[in-house]
């Protein structure tokens, strides 16, 4: 099998993808778009999504390099080339513990600026310094600067869950942003990237003329790889696949659009693939849950620890424009965080109520995503998973009800999970957790005319439907499936319905009893 196609792995400079002959999907005419419509441009994508890449060709085309250009679309667009000196910050390498920890990290970047252009340092402050770098870089060369700032809410994101450093991180930055905007008339172009948007109110307020694009239609491929993209630059690549596992190349483009397909970032656009997933899949010629693999999730998980949220409801959201662009408020909700992070994407849009969709956007994020909360909230005692996923998908689609609430009470005793403050939803979450790894169809909080069901199993030959109670009895709990008629949607099927009543007792933090019925021939339960 040939080799001869190198992928950038690891790489995000665009001169060193270009010199060394790497693949490179072909984003030029978004630079020059952006380089010509724009002033001040803030634009917000999941990590490993090609924002740096993004950034090192802005900043190539703006010091001029047209050789490394040749070729590429912007060599038609582009007919002056003029060179201007760029001040690039990249903020993603340092862990945000304490705030001498962001001086140390600017700090390094205003070193290597000076030494590249030949600048003084000046000024006690950051923004201070900033300002001086502008306006030198100005006078020496003749030509406004270009600012560029990757990853700017790293420094925040790492402190989330402290409050105190946390504003301490945001004042600061606040500070050093609002320098560009001072710093109008020396500017030509400056831009920041980040996972996340903070509110008007919070970081940009020193900064409040940037230009969001993340959510504007045109430029919903500016990163990552679209359907058109992937078809025209990666035939090959699927030829070699399919080759390798001795499937048709349908099914190797079927299997890809299954795994690393489903991003969209705006109302409208083609589908998006997620680049660091595809290009190791095709370099290692095996389909994984690279992009996962990638970064702890230490901050969901404590979002999901302090959150009463139902987690089988993610699919389905539904937010407005304002909603998903700004996550300050992200406390009492915490859905456009997950989707600004990556783990949830535009499913449809309603122009009527202006409002978007969301979900999973495909298999590696949705597997992945139940995986990192299993290693969590289902680790045994002795740090060792206390799930017996085999055996728990025979006793579930096989019916043995009875057997599957044994394992589910040894699964709970097992565990380490503290219960949040609605401990209902903890346990309902660490049920439909469970289920979830069982590749099981769980749904949650079901409503119906007469009221809401905890949780519900599908199967193709069973339906199971269950009532939590916490520190109650399971008496109560099914009697209530009884009296609210939770299964008379499912009285028309032909599958064996089992309704099960539960006690959750917060003393033992397991299941404590309960109670299930079968539905009999005659339409009763016993």
Known sequence: MSKAIRYPIGVQSFSKIIESGSLYVDKTAFVYDLATRYDYVFL???RRFGKSLLMSTLASYFKGERELFKGLDIEKLEKDWKCYPVLRFDLSPANYTEPARL????????????AEYGLTAIGDSLSARLMSLIQQANRKFGEKTVILIDEYDKPILDCLHDDDLHERMKAEL???????????????????TGITRFGKVSVFSGLNNLKDISLLPRFNAICGISETEFHDNFKESIDEFAEEHCIPEEEAWNSFKTMYDGYRFASRGEGIYNPFSVINAFDDNELNNYWYS?????????FIETNTYPLDRLDGEKRSKDQLSDITDVSNDFI???????????????????????????QEVRNAFWNSLADHFLKGTNGVS???????IKEVNEGRPEEFMRSMKSLFADTNSEPEKNKEIHFQNMMAIACKMLGLMVRTEVHS???RCDMQILTKSYVYIFEFKIDGTSEEAIDQILEKGYAEPFLGDNRTIFIIGANFSTKTRTLDDWIIKCRLPNGSFA
């Open 386 to 392: 206390a799930f017996n996923v085999k055996k728990c």
């Open 44 to 46: 917000s994508r999941p």
């Open 449 to 451: 005319s007469a009221g």
């Open 174 to 192: 606040r500070s050093f942003y609002s320098a560009i905007k001072a710093s109008d008339e020396y500017v030509k172009f400056a831009m920041l």
């Open 103 to 114: 001086f140390d990290c600017i700090e390094g970047s205003f070193r290597s600026i000076e």
């Open 336 to 362: 456009p965080f997950l989707f600004q992070s990556g783990y949830l994407t535009i499913k449809d849009y309603d122009p009527h109520t202006l409002e978007y969709t969301l979900g999973f956007p495909n």
């Open 294 to 302: 990638t970064g702890s999730p230490s901050y969901l998980i404590k």
